[in-house]
């Protein structure tokens, strides 16, 4: 495994880190067990995975709960990010992938994080994330003042913004390296979605923010996991892509497969060796179910990736062919 420094901060994240909503939700068509889920976190410390990213909303503590079951006396070992600003506290119910409502004023931040730093059992956070944030959260001066408070308590040593939930959102995402002081932005970025990550690298690079990759493979699409004939539970989270997107998508696969041979790399490889090749990129959090795929993801962090020229040849792919498909989400 190989490591990058999570932006202005001197922490050092592992390439791959493990996204841990799979192990609170059945949102990728499985649903796993307490016990399954904490064999897969210390499998990944053992491969030298030490960023763990979760959210409070996720199984509604849960996945935090766990994280703090399998690094138990580890706590300093570890790098977590965890998310605020859905209001799981209140009487609302949650249906399907609707979203609760948001809060991201300054009393509520302050009551999320403990309650946080209680199920992870830890007295800090490495990094404290706005999940979702609307332009009205990353504007909210208030807000900002709490997370500087808390950091200085020494309550969270570091905060950003996750983007989402679709991919999208460039202006919250271009004010928030500008204007506040981030070190870590979260965005969907892979092959065939590079927009509005492409955008957000210079100003990360410009401002030290490091990049979090989510949706690295494109929802499956890039490994064959996703084909228009694949039958998804009315839970599972790729629902939401329409028919029309993955047959397009698809079709890309045979353009890109060339490219993947002449470097004797599987798609999956190219997929995450692709995004890796972005110096701006601190980690990238593909969705993980079994520890069969674990060990896969792993293994592609060995500096090996793609040169300038092939940078190049797959952004020119991008701008004429591929870029249509992100107009029929």
Do not use: C
């Not at 889920?37 to 979760?54: E, P």
């Not at 870590?184 to 509005?196: H, K, R």
């Not at 996703?226 to 029309?244: E, I, P, Q, Y």
């Amino acid at each position: 495994m190989r490591y990058r420094r999570l932006g202005k901060s001197n922490i050092p994240v592992s390439e791959i880190g493990f996204g841990a909503w799979s192990i609170a939700l059945d949102w990728w068509g499985k649903k796993m067990d307490d016990d399954y889920a904490v064999k897969m976190l210390k499998r990944a410390y053992d491969l030298g995975i030490n960023f763990f990213d979760t959210a409070d909303i996720y199984g509604k503590g849960r996945s935090e709960r766990l994280i703090a079951r399998a690094f138990k006396d580890m706590r300093d070992e570890v790098v977590i990010s965890t998310k605020f600003g859905y209001d799981i506290y209140s009487s609302v119910e949650q249906i399907g992938h609707g979203e609760l409502p948001q809060r991201f004023d300054a009393k509520y931040v302050r009551y999320a994080l403990e309650r946080s730093l209680e199920r992870l059992e830890s007295n800090y956070v490495d990094v404290y994330n706005l999940h979702n944030p609307k332009m009205y959260a990353v504007m909210h001066d208030p807000l900002f003042l709490a997370l500087e408070q808390l950091r200085s308590e020494g309550r969270i040593r570091h905060y950003g913004v996750a983007l989402g939930p679709a991919i999208g959102w460039r202006d919250e995402g271009v004010y928030a390296m500008e204007k506040r002081k981030i070190t870590a932005l979260q965005t969907v970025y892979n092959i065939l979605e590079q927009e509005p990550a492409r955008q957000f690298f210079p100003y990360a690079r410009a401002r030290d923010v490091g990049v979090l990759v989510r949706v690295p493979d494109a929802s499956g699409v890039l490994t064959g996991k996703l084909t228009v004939n694949t039958n998804l539970d009315k839970n599972d989270h790729r629902s939401f892509r329409k028919r029309a997107w993955v047959e397009e998508a698809s079709k890309r696969l045979e353009v890109l497969k060339p490219m993947a041979d002449a470097r004797g790399w599987s798609m999956q490889e190219l997929a995450i060796k692709f995004i890796l090749s972005e110096q701006s990129v601190s980690s990238v959090l593909p969705t993980i179910t079994s520890i069969e795929e674990l060990d896969a993801y792993v293994s592609i962090s060995d500096g090996k990736y793609l040169s300038s020229d092939e940078l190049r040849i797959m952004n020119e792919m991008y701008d004429k062919d591929f870029i249509m498909l992100q107009s029929i989400q």
